[in-house]
């Protein structure tokens, strides 16, 4: 990739000596989208981290089936993370050339092609989760922990391709606060659910996974509410300042 940058051949370049030098209202814009993106990368990866510790009071087989779902879950998530960058993508790009209309049409054919894929996922982890946690291990109890905590998961598979999407749209409009705020409190609100749970009702990996299902619309339909305010208010924008 450095290669094809300094070559010089393509769009985007860093050939030469030009364009090095900082630019205070570049570097501005940069860390006013970056650092919220990055707080909630770390938070909610903190949020994971977090249930992965309330798993292990569980048990060393109900550890060994979460790592598995987590696993799984990750390679589900891999469509919604595909459109949500594309959303990102589009919707920033019509925004820069001030078409509300292009904007909100990004979104959402980048969320009924998420959902059409999260909802395949989550078809197929309810109906063969014994054959895809049998994959990893041939334990009956991890293989019991982790069919309960792979068929949840596949629930709420398609709320996390909403909450992805509308994420990924909200960040390409140059909104990266809101999905910042409403995804950390959607995952740290699963762990104290999830805490709560298996700490004082002896509940096990399915209340883990399930606690996103309760939680997940609060990212899911607050961004998309929020996507819908933001582009009226760039539409206005865009109508007064034509």
Same mark, same amino acid.
């Not at 940069?30 to 919220?36: A, K, N, S, V």
């Not at 949500?84 to 001030?98: C, E, I, Y």
């Not at 949840?152 to 705020?181: E, K, N």
């Not at 309760?214 to 899911?220: E, K, L, M, Q």
């Given at each position: 990739?450095?290669?094809?940058?300094?070559?010089?051949?393509?769009?985007?370049?860093? *050939?030469?000596?030009?364009?090095?030098?900082? *630019?205070?209202? &570049?570097? @501005?814009?940069?860390?006013?989208?970056?650092?919220?993106?990055?707080?909630?990368?770390?938070?909610?990866?903190?949020?994971?981290?977090?249930?992965?510790?309330?798993?292990?009071?569980?048990?060393?087989?109900?550890?060994?089936? /979460? /790592?598995?779902? &987590?696993?799984?879950?990750?390679?589900?998530?891999?469509?919604?993370?595909?459109?949500?960058?594309?959303?990102?993508?589009?919707?920033? /790009?019509?925004?820069?050339?001030?078409?509300?209309?292009?904007?909100?049409?990004?979104?959402?054919?980048?969320?009924?092609? @998420?959902?059409?894929?999260?909802?395949?996922?989550?078809?197929?982890?309810?109906?063969?989760?014994? /054959?895809?946690?049998? &994959?990893?291990?041939?334990?009956?109890?991890?293989?019991?922990?982790?069919?309960?905590?792979?068929?949840?998961? !596949?629930?709420?598979?398609?709320?996390?391709?909403?909450?992805?999407?509308?994420?990924?749209?909200?960040?390409?409009? !140059?909104?990266?606060?809101?999905?910042?705020?409403?995804?950390?409190?959607?995952?740290?609100?699963?762990?104290?659910? @999830?805490?709560?749970?298996?700490?004082?009702?002896?509940?096990?990996?399915?209340?883990?996974?399930?606690?996103?299902?309760?939680?997940?619309?609060?990212?899911?339909?607050?961004?998309?509410?929020? &996507?819908?305010?933001?582009?009226?208010?760039?539409?206005?924008?865009?109508? *007064? *300042?034509?």
């Amino acid at each position: 990739m450095l290669r094809a940058l300094w070559k010089g051949k393509t769009p985007v370049s860093i *050939h030469g000596t030009a364009g090095w030098r900082p *630019h205070r209202r &570049f570097g @501005a814009d940069l860390f006013r989208l970056g650092i919220p993106a990055a707080i909630e990368s770390v938070l909610i990866e903190g949020g994971f981290t977090a249930l992965v510790a309330i798993v292990a009071t569980i048990g060393t087989e109900a550890l060994t089936a /979460q /790592q598995i779902s &987590f696993t799984a879950m990750n390679l589900g998530f891999l469509p919604a993370v595909g459109f949500s960058v594309t959303a990102t993508a589009l919707v920033g /790009q019509s925004v820069g050339a001030r078409s509300v209309d292009d904007a909100v049409k990004a979104m959402s054919i980048a969320r009924r092609l @998420a959902l059409f894929w999260m909802f395949g996922g989550a078809l197929l982890y309810a109906s063969v989760p014994r /054959q895809i946690v049998d &994959f990893f291990s041939d334990d009956e109890k991890v293989l019991d922990y982790g069919v309960r905590g792979l068929t949840t998961i !596949g629930i709420s598979l398609p709320l996390w391709a909403l909450w992805m999407v509308s994420a990924g749209a909200l960040r390409g409009s !140059g909104d990266t606060r809101g999905p910042m705020i409403r995804g950390v409190t959607t995952v740290w609100t699963a762990v104290a659910l @999830a805490w709560i749970g298996v700490r004082f009702f002896d509940l096990g990996i399915s209340w883990v996974w399930a606690t996103f299902i309760i939680t997940a619309p609060i990212s899911a339909i607050g961004n998309a509410i929020a &996507f819908k305010r933001r582009m009226r208010m760039l539409g206005a924008e865009f109508d *007064h *300042h034509p």
